[in-house]
C-alpha cells in the first residue's frame, strides 16, 4: 500500500486512472495563449505594485498606505493561484507550477512585509516575484513553441509521404500499359483528396496559431497559397483525367508537377518548424539567464 494521501495533500502525480485523454494540439495552444495573457497581466501588476512599495519605502509612511498596497498584494497572490492550482489539476505535476509557486510565496512574504509597516524589507520579495512571473512566461512560450513546431512538423511529413507516393506514382505511370489506366486513376483521386485536405489542415493550423506567432501564421498560410497558385489541385485533375484516357505521357507531367509542388510545400512547412523551435530554444534561454542573473543577486549563492 501507497497509502492514502490526507485531504487537500498534493502528490507530485495524478493517479493513472484520473489522466484524461490527450488534449487537441490546437486546443491546448490556444489555452496556453490564454494562460500567457494571464501571466502578463499579473507580471504588469506586480510591476505596478513594486513602484508603490519603492515610494512607500522612500517616504517612510506608515499605516493605511502599506495596508492599501498589502491588500492589492493579496488580491493578485490570490488570482495567481487560482491560476496554479488550474494548471496543477491540468498536470498533476508540482514541477509544472513551480514558477507559480515562488511567485506567490514572494508576494505573501511582500504582503506580510507591509502589514507590519516594513516596505523595505517587501521591496525585494516584490522583484523576486516579478521574476518568477516573468520565467513562467518564458516557460509558457517554450511550451507554445514546442507545440506549434510539432504541429507544423506533422503537415511537413504529410506533405513528405504524398510527396513520395505521387513521385512512386509517376514511376507507375511511366511503365503503364494499357487497360491500367483506371486503377491509376483511382490512385491519382486519392492524392489529390489528401491533398486537398492538406491544405485545408494548413490553413486551421495558421488561423489556430494566429495570436502566438504572427510570422508563422503569415508563412503557413502563404505556403497553402502558392501550392494553390502553383497549380497543385490544377495538376492532379489534369493527371486524373489524362489516365482515364489512358494518355500515360501527358499524366506523367501532370503528376511530376504535383510531386514537385508537395516537396516545395514540405520544404516551407519544414522551415516554418525550424523557425518555431528556434522560439521556444530562446524562451529556455531567456529562462536560464534569468535564472543565472538571480543567482549571483541572491547571497551565498555560488556557481555550485
Do not use: C
Not at 517587501?122 to 513546431?149: C, F, T, W, Y
Amino acid at each position: 500500500g501507497k497509502g492514502k494521501p490526507k485531504e487537500g495533500e498534493e502528490t507530485a502525480e495524478k493517479d493513472e486512472e484520473n489522466e484524461d485523454e490527450p488534449e487537441d494540439p490546437a486546443e491546448e495552444l490556444k489555452r496556453l495563449g490564454k494562460d500567457l495573457e494571464k501571466l502578463e497581466e499579473f507580471e504588469e501588476r506586480q510591476k505596478e505594485l513594486n513602484s508603490e512599495i519603492g515610494r512607500a519605502a522612500g517616504s517612510g509612511k506608515k499605516g493605511e498606505p502599506n495596508q492599501e498596497i498589502a491588500q492589492d498584494q493579496e488580491e493578485l497572490r490570490r488570482d495567481l493561484q487560482t491560476l496554479r492550482d488550474d494548471w496543477y489539476e491540468r498536470s498533476g505535476s508540482l514541477g509544472e507550477v513551480g514558477s507559480l509557486d515562488v511567485a506567490g510565496e514572494e508576494m505573501k512574504d511582500a504582503a506580510g512585509d507591509l502589514r507590519r509597516d516594513e516596505p523595505r524589507e517587501a521591496r525585494p520579495h516584490g522583484d523576486l516575484a516579478a521574476e518568477a512571473l516573468a520565467n513562467a512566461k518564458s516557460q509558457v512560450e517554450g511550451k507554445m513553441a514546442g507545440l506549434a513546431a510539432g504541429m507544423v512538423d506533422k503537415l511537413s511529413e504529410e506533405a513528405k509521404g504524398l510527396a513520395s507516393r505521387q513521385r512512386g506514382l509517376g514511376e507507375e505511370t511511366e511503365k503503364a500499359q494499357p487497360g491500367q489506366g483506371e486503377s491509376l486513376k483511382g490512385e491519382q483521386g486519392g492524392i489529390n483528396e489528401e491533398a486537398k485536405e492538406l491544405l485545408e489542415k494548413i490553413d486551421q493550423t495558421a488561423r489556430a496559431m494566429g495570436n502566438f506567432n504572427e510570422n508563422a501564421t503569415e508563412d503557413l498560410l502563404k505556403g497553402a497559397r502558392d501550392s494553390r497558385e502553383d497549380g497543385l489541385e490544377r495538376s492532379g485533375k489534369r493527371a486524373e483525367n489524362s489516365l482515364l484516357y489512358e494518355a500515360f505521357p501527358q499524366a506523367k507531367r501532370e503528376e511530376d508537377k504535383v510531386a514537385e509542388n508537395l516537396e516545395d510545400l514540405q520544404q516551407d512547412l519544414q522551415g516554418v518548424a525550424d523557425k518555431l523551435r528556434n522560439l521556444g530554444n530562446s524562451a529556455l534561454r531567456e529562462l536560464a539567464e534569468k535564472l543565472r542573473e538571480t543567482q549571483r543577486e541572491l547571497p551565498g549563492m555560488g556557481s555550485e
